[in-house]
């Protein structure tokens, strides 16, 4: 399965983005993707997903900012992100599960940088 993430890139503060995902070759049905970010010496974390039936689930700190979407037939995920902060400035993962969570892909990263 090939995950590839775009969308990221250098932002102001208060500014927006938004962050896709496209998964391709996947022999089973996809039932979750998500959104993990991962800064400088931290660990990475959930940001946001997205079951295959619809159900979202977001981080504290993003909650009411960003917005997660999928388009199911395409197999894309999108992450809208308003109101960016800097401590939102991370790579950005793609992940995407198959198979109740049994098989694992992720993308290569997308950085995003938000300035003050």
């Known amino acids: 399965v090939q995950v590839v993430e775009s969308g990221g890139g250098l932002v102001q503060a208060g500014g927006s983005l938004r962050l896709s995902c496209a998964a391709s070759?996947?022999?089973?049905?996809?039932?979750?993707m998500g959104w993990y970010r991962q800064a400088p010496g931290q660990q990475r974390e959930l940001v946001a997903s997205?079951?295959?039936?619809?159900?979202?689930n977001y981080a504290d700190s993003v909650k009411g900012r960003f917005t997660i979407s999928a388009d199911n037939v395409k197999n894309t995920m999108y992450l809208q992100m308003n109101s960016l902060k800097p401590e939102d400035t991370a790579e950005y993962y793609c992940?995407?599960?198959?198979?109740?969570?049994?098989?694992?892909?992720w993308g290569q990263g997308t950085q995003v940088t938000v300035s003050a």
């Open positions: 992940n995407v599960q198959t198979l109740a969570g049994k098989y694992h892909y």
């Open positions: 997205i079951t295959g039936g619809g159900i979202t």
């Open positions: 070759g996947s022999t089973f049905p996809i039932n979750f």
